[in-house]
Nanobody, 115 residues
């Protein structure tokens, strides 16, 4: 069983930065990708960034150039560095992991950007 625990959310002013972390339990064997999604009130959950087993990253157009995802394999941890934050980045951010074709989700962490 995989458990994902996010941390690092909070309240920040526009233009500020936050770093989210996602610690994954269990073996890394079978993991094909990890990523970040977000869901704002009244909106559908959307992709923010993903990184596959080869280290290839994909970003949503809305965050390109501002957000960077990375991983520490030794710690089994995924990160999302968010810079130049905007009020429209306000959402609950979820960590996701795909292992043996099954998707796992964290509990989410709130990010609020004030104008």
């Amino acid at each position: 069983q995989v458990q994902l625990v996010e941390s690092g959310g909070g309240l920040v002013q526009a233009g500020g930065s936050l770093r989210l972390s996602c610690a994954a339990s269990g073996s890394r064997i079978g993991i094909t990708a990890m990523g970040w999604y977000r869901q704002a009130p009244g909106k559908q959950r959307e992709l923010v960034a993903i990184i596959n087993i080869s280290g290839i990253t994909v970003y949503a157009d809305s965050v390109k150039g501002r957000f960077t995802t990375s991983r520490d394999n030794a710690k089994n941890t995924l990160y999302l560095q968010m810079n130049s934050l905007k009020p429209e980045d306000t959402a609950v951010y979820y960590c996701s992991l795909r292992k043996y074709s099954t998707d796992y989700w964290g509990q989410g962490t709130q990010v609020t950007v004030s104008s």
